[in-house]
Structures are given as C-alpha cells and as structure tokens.
DNA sequence: CGGTATCCTCAATGATACTG
DNA sequence: CAGTATCATTGAGGATACCG
C-alpha cells in the first residue's frame, strides 16, 4: 500500500484514510444520532453533550461533504435544517457498531462501569 | 450510557474509549506490525514511515500500559527490547481489520488509488 | 434558528540534542 | 540500541460576539 493525498492531505495507509473521515471525537456520535431518523441542527446540538456550535458546524460539514448526511435548509424564518444519512452514512454505521461493541467489551474487560 | 473517567480523562461513549485505545495516527500500524512477529524496536521504527522516535516510544508505552503489547528488556549489551502483542492486542486486531477494509472500500468508492 | 467570524489556549506532535 | 530531555510548532478546539 502506497501513500496517497486525499484534499492536500497525505495519508499513509487506508486505516489513517477511514478515520480521517468518520472518527475525532464528535463524527460518530452525529452519525449514530441520523442513523434511524432526520434530524434538525437544534435537535442534535441538545442531543450530543458537550459539543460546541462550533464543532457541531465543522464536523456537520466535512461528513456533508465526504458523502455520508446530506443537508436540507427549508426557506423558512425562522430557518430550518435538517440532516439525513445517507447510503455511505449507514454503511459507516455498521463499522461504528463494531466499535461501539469492541469498546463496551474493552469497558467490561478492564473493569469500568459507567457511574 | 452514562459518562465514565479512565486515566483521569472523561468518555463520554465507547466509541470514543475504544479510540482512545487503538485509535490515533500510530497505534493501529503498530499493532498491525505485531501482529503476526514479535519486533524490536529499531524494526518497529525502520517499519513504520514517518513515525518520529518519541511517538513510537509513547504510543508503545500506551499500548502497553493498555495491555495491548508486552514489552520485555533483555540486559545485554547494546540494549535489545522485544514488543510482543498481547490476546487483548489481537483481538484488537480484528477491529482493525473491519476499519481497514472499510477504508479501502471508500477510497475505491472515491476513486482513490494509491500513487 | 442556524449558523460565521475572530481571537485565544493548550495538548499533541515534531526537531534536536544527549545518554545508560 | 533504545531510549530521555528540552524546546519549538501547530492545529484542534473553546469562548465570545455577531448576522441573515
């Protein structure tokens, strides 16, 4: 496997790729929210804890363009958005699933509970 | 799922521990490395591209604190230190894997091949 | 309501030098 | 050989203010 660039940025291997594209700290905790309905930008600011407008914003972004939600602003006052997975989207779910179950055992496994 | 602390760091799903874990730029490749040869370090860092000194000592150091690799120090002269991955590091592994196909079958859906 | 635009901070990482 | 120690850099992310 050889470098390659993907948007001016080099990547090493098609591991460092997938996560560049679904992982940080804030792409799926959005994704597993969309995964079963549409939602307003408001709605997944108040579900997801802790995340900045900010971050909401860029994160909402990047997965709008790599293809896996698309956007939907009504023209409406006051506005309205709303962000709906996609095919790409809910195939990345399932590789979130797989995480989510490996972490939960690692959780178990090293004795953590939530409090 | 409620918060959790580990380490003195709060998670706030097990996605994002599970990440904290195995995830980063470097503890995949590592782990990959390991997987199927126990590795000195100098081969480690010949193996790895790009990986500076300091990152392959601290990503070791975490992986191993972790449980996912064993590192065992022989007292010989010049120094030789042997990284050998663990059961808990091989089922890592397997996450791994899904995240690494998953990537190859975006880049193939986004047209990248490598260079 | 759903954002932008700025400024700012700090933790992650790199570069370089040194050592048991 | 397998690291540590120190300093410099940078980019992710937070805080705050403003806007169509």
Avoid: C
């Amino acid at each position: 496997m050889g470098d390659f660039r993907y948007n001016g940025k080099m990547y090493y291997n098609p591991v460092e790729f997938a996560m560049d594209r679904i992982g940080g700290t804030w792409k799926m905790p959005i994704l597993w929210r969309l995964k079963d309905r549409v939602m307003r930008y408001s709605e997944l600011q108040k579900d997801i804890p802790h995340i900045s407008q900010k971050m909401l914003t860029t994160q909402l972004r990047e997965l709008e363009d790599d293809g896996f939600v698309v956007r939907k602003v009504y023209a409406v006052v006051p506005p309205k958005t709303e962000y709906t997975i996609t095919e790409r989207g809910l195939r990345a779910i399932e590789v979130v699933k797989v995480i989510r179950n490996y972490g939960l055992e690692l959780m178990d496994e090293m004795g953590i509970n939530d409090k």
